[in-house]
């Protein structure tokens, strides 16, 4: 049996085989994205665990599905039944932080936060920030190249993956990638795993570029009445060339339901909020974004002077989507246009929700163009639950159409299949086919994930 083969390789505490904790663990954040039961847990404590398993896995022919914290919204993460689901969080530990070559070595299970908090000791700084930083793990991060608030100016994931230690879908451990600030020896594997969603391999160890502890950063907000002329703002300011520390947008519903929840007094005032960040030293900047807000309509905007308010503004950006699950169900998008097309792919979303009699709530990273329409329904309503989806879709064709891509940051997972078929072209997704059959020659590694097998 699986079991008595996994509990020959492994030590005791590793194998798991509750049904009720496997069911806790089967699936990610990511509404109505199918999931099955897992035949078992294994939560390994080092590298050497991991190939036992995947060595298991291949034998046996069974799937093998890795998880960090739970926290992605595409699905990418949800058991395929019977198969071996893979937890990471008790690889946790940071191993190194070298504050001479600038770089940290970590284990999957470590949480965005604590990795920035600890580099902050020494005067550093990991960019990476997605909204679930508090809870999401750094081998979550590089499995779906997460973004976050800053990356507007200091990139994404991949920008900071130096290297790593993979489990291939043979059963070997590999080092790909470098410590050296420069390299071009070989094709660049480890940039290949960033963004793969555990299809091609089990990442047992990373290690990621860190910046010099940054400047204060000066806050910009501005009230629109519309999501639209919010939108126009954002675009004058990536037209203004301020590359601004962050660009972020958050509607009134969102606005409500942060109220509703943590009574910050948010949504008075405003139906759309716009925060602007700069952190480049002096006002000039900071005067740039507000004269921009200003000219496209704000009804009101200002630049704070009081960092406990420019805190609390974007406290309520990070709490919009736990906010907004209290309500109902949430469906949320990820897709990403041209920054001269955000305004009207923001009418578009709005159309879209009026079409389909469903309410979209909105956050969006508007600073690159990332857009993070929230689709909300009724518990066990199934008629909102269709309506919901063709919304959806016709957010990704209306992306598509702009020039965009059907996932910024969240990966395709199960829920962006479709979208991700309408936007590589055939030549294109054998090609991804390709690479997966090479690395994963067996086919256990996240079978069914990105594209259909």
């Known amino acids: 049996m699986l079991i008595d083969d996994l509990h020959a390789v492994l ?17 990610d954040e990511a509404e109505w994205a199918p999931h099955g039961l897992p035949a078992a847990m294994v939560r390994p404590r080092g590298a050497e665990d991991v190939q036992a398993t995947v060595r298991t896995c291949i034998r046996r022919g069974v799937p093998l599905v890795t998880r960090g914290a739970g926290t992605g919204l595409s699905g990418g993460a949800n058991a395929v039944e019977g198969c071996v689901l893979l937890a990471m969080d008790q690889l946790n530990r940071i191993r190194e932080i070298d504050p001479v070559e600038r770089l940290a070595v970590v284990e999957p299970g470590v949480v965005n936060d604590d990795l920035r908090a600890a580099c902050a000791e020494q005067n550093l700084w990991y960019p990476p920030d997605p909204a679930s930083s508090p809870w999401s793990t750094i081998g979550g991060n590089v499995a779906t190249n997460a973004g976050g608030v800053c990356c507007v100016k200091y990139g994404v994931t991949r920008d900071y993956v130096l290297g790593m230690q993979v489990v291939t879908g043979t059963g070997e451990i590999v080092r790909l990638g470098r410590r050296t600030a420069k390299g071009v020896a070989g094709y660049d594997l480890a940039g290949l795993m960033v963004g793969s969603e555990g299809t091609l391999g089990v990442i047992t160890e990373i290690t990621v570029r860190l910046r010099a502890k940054r400047a204060a950063e000066r806050t910009v907000a501005g009230y629109f009445d519309s999501i639209v002329a919010a939108g126009e703002a954002a675009a004058a300011v990536v037209a203004s060339g301020v590359v601004p520390s962050a660009l972020e947008l958050v509607d009134r519903h969102c606005l409500k339901a942060v109220d509703a929840w943590k009574n910050m ?15 480049t030293p002096g006002d000039t900047e900071a005067a740039t974004v507000l004269g921009c807000f200003e000219q496209a309509g704000a009804t009101w905007a200002a630049m704070s002077t009081d960092q406990e308010e420019a805190d609390a503004l974007f406290a309520a950006r990070r709490l919009a989507y736990p906010a907004l699950e209290r309500l109902g169900p949430v469906l949320t998008e990820d897709v990403c246009v041209p920054t001269n097309k955000i305004a009207e792919m923001l009418g578009r979303i709005e159309a879209a929700a009026q079409k389909h009699d469903t309410v979209i709530a909105n956050v969006a990273h508007v600073g ?20 919901a989806q063709a919304a959806f879709e016709d957010i990704v064709n209306d992306a598509l159409a702009l020039g965009g891509t059907v996932t910024g940051e969240h990966g395709v997972g199960l829920l962006k299949r479709p979208g991700l078929v309408k936007e590589l072209s055939p030549a294109v997704l054998e090609m991804h086919r390709a690479v997966k059959t090479a690395l994963d020659p067996h086919g256990i590694l996240n079978p069914g994930k990105v594209f259909a097998s």
């Not at 030590?11 to 699936?27: C, E, F, K, S």
């Not at 005032?269 to 700069?278: D, H, W």
């Open 11 to 27: 030590p005791p505490d590793r194998v798991v085989t509750d049904p009720d904790v496997l069911r806790g663990y089967a699936h």
């Open 368 to 387: 690159d163009g990332n857009l993070h329409p929230l689709l909300i329904t009724p518990l066990d309503d199934d008629n909102a639950r269709k309506r």
């Open 265 to 279: 007094g948010l949504s008075a005032e405003a139906n759309v909020v716009l925060l602007g960040r700069t952190d």
